[in-house]
């Protein structure tokens, strides 16, 4: 264990090695600047507003160092005006501390910014001054020390693209080995293996927000420093894989719940499992990419070879759950393709063509079917008090609330004048059921419609079936 921490220590270490110099450099430069060049005898705020304000971590930013260097100097300012005119003790603490935190609230809300103010002025008031200083050294002091942090913001180069290329990484990573583990889940048929690999799946909105937060570092470094422009366009592309790969997460949580249910079926699935695997080995070709700063033609190429898989009319699926689950992927490798650089149409053109009334041979024999008809207005017939029918009408009806029937698809009975149509019988007003209703008006619906004083209209040609997918 204590090995474990000392390398990932060491780590840490060479990962902001240049940060620590950077603070190093920046607290020296400036208590050096207030002792020989402005005389100041102990210019201690000096060094801390420059250390403090450029940061030990790479995630610095401009506005950061503001608001620390800012804040540090109008703490000191305040408390600097309040010691020269009441001098130092109990109830002056309690004060300025009071003060500070009312004014740093006014003037920026941010939680940096506001205990700055309030220690420094506390500093001020504690500690005493050094004799033959002059009023408001240690505001002078503060100050050099806030401009020092703001010029290596500005000037000292900063990859803008490191840390956003391993938090891309983290996160691709992290797709990659989700749909692996969903794809042997669904091959197996293992549900526990599933309901595991769905909270993993639920656990991963920090690693979004945290890629999210280090972009806008990086956009920011581009913007403000000149030898960190030249990394704005790399900057602009992880944004864009950035949007898609959140997009990507997400559907990865829908799939991931779709497939608890469905190994509780005790069915293995093959053919989908394998699509989630080959998914999972573009998502990892992509996070290679993207880390490395290396084309993704390769990861792009992977996932369009998958892409091409994803039909619902794909003979290898089992069943209507395997078609449910192919058009959740669809969007899937739409959306990992768009995160290699294609836009939405050129991702969506290597994803096959949905067939509309299309239907999967093996889908069709487990049983699952959809029934497609065709229907046309008839003209409508005015039917009277007693029960009345004519040629072409698909139900009777009486006007006082008379049963209503339409022949179900498979019925022996034919009507008058009529064929078979699809729709169930529905009798005595009790309620609809499927395919024809009645009322206690006598009005009968999908089948036809009449009442006691109303038009009547009916399905015509006999419907068409046959498997389908639902």
């Not at 864009?240 to 959140?246: K, T």
């Not at 394998?274 to 999972?280: D, I």
């Not at 139900?395 to 209503?404: F, M, N």
């Amino acid at each position: 264990m204590v090995l474990n921490r000392a390398r990932v220590g060491g780590r840490r270490i060479r990962a902001n090695m240049s940060q620590l110099l950077q603070v190093t450099i920046g607290a020296t430069l400036a208590y050096t600047f207030c002792k020989l060049v402005l005389g100041h005898s102990y210019p201690f705020l000096a060094a801390v507003a420059a250390a403090v304000g450029t940061g030990v971590v790479a995630d610095r930013r401009l506005r950061r160092a503001l608001e620390i260097g800012l804040g540090a100097t109008l703490g000191v300012l305040v408390g600097e005006f309040f010691f020269q005119i009441f001098g130092p003790g109990i109830w002056q603490i309690a004060v300025v501390m009071f003060i500070g935190l009312v004014i740093g609230t006014m003037v920026n809300s941010g939680g940096i910014f506001i205990t700055q103010i309030a220690i420094q002025s506390i500093y001020v008031i504690t500690v005493p001054v050094q004799v033959g200083a002059h009023p408001f050294d240690r505001t002078v002091d503060a100050l050099v020390g806030a401009l020092v942090a703001i010029l290596m913001a500005l000037l000292v180069p900063n990859d803008a693209r490191k840390v956003p290329r391993d938090r891309a990484a983290n996160l691709l990573q992290e797709i990659a080995e989700l749909l692996h583990a969903s794809g042997r889940a669904l091959r197996t048929s293992d549900q526990e293996l599933a309901k595991r690999t769905l909270e993993r799946a639920r656990d991963t909105q920090d690693m979004i927000d945290s890629w999210r937060s280090s972009l806008r570092i990086s956009e920011e470094a581009a913007r403000i420093n000149a030898r960190s422009r030249r990394y704005a366009a790399e900057v602009t592309r992880l944004a864009r894989a950035c949007e898609y790969a959140d997009r990507a997460m997400r559907l990865v949580r829908v799939i991931c719940r779709r497939i608890v249910d469905i190994t509780r079926i005790g069915r293995n699935r093959p053919a989908v499992g394998a699509m989630l695997a080959g998914l999972g080995d573009g998502a990892d070709r992509l996070r290679w990419a993207l880390r490395r700063g290396e084309s993704r033609t390769p990861a792009e190429e992977e996932l369009r070879a998958v892409a091409a898989t994803l039909s619902p009319q794909n003979p290898d699926l089992v069943d209507l759950q395997d078609e449910t689950l192919v058009l959740l992927l669809r969007p899937l490798a739409n959306d990992l393709l768009g995160a290699c650089g294609l836009t939405e149409d050129a991702a969506s053109a290597y994803l096959p063509e949905l067939v509309p009334g299309g239907h999967n041979p093996k889908a069709a024999a487990s049983g699952h079917t959809v029934v497609r008809t065709r229907t046309e207005t008839m003209p409508l017939v005015r039917v009277g008090e007693a029960e009345a029918t004519g040629p072409g009408t698909g139900a009777e009806a009486t006007g006082t609330g008379g049963a209503a029937e339409a022949p179900g698809l498979g019925d022996a009975g034919a009507r008058e004048g009529g064929s078979p149509a699809v729709g169930a019988r529905a009798s005595d007003g009790a309620g609809p059921s499927e395919g024809a209703a009645s009322d206690g008006a006598g009005r009968s619906d999908d089948a036809g419609r009449s009442d006691g004083a109303g038009p009547s209209a009916h399905t015509g040609p006999p419907s068409e079936s046959g498997p389908s997918r639902s």
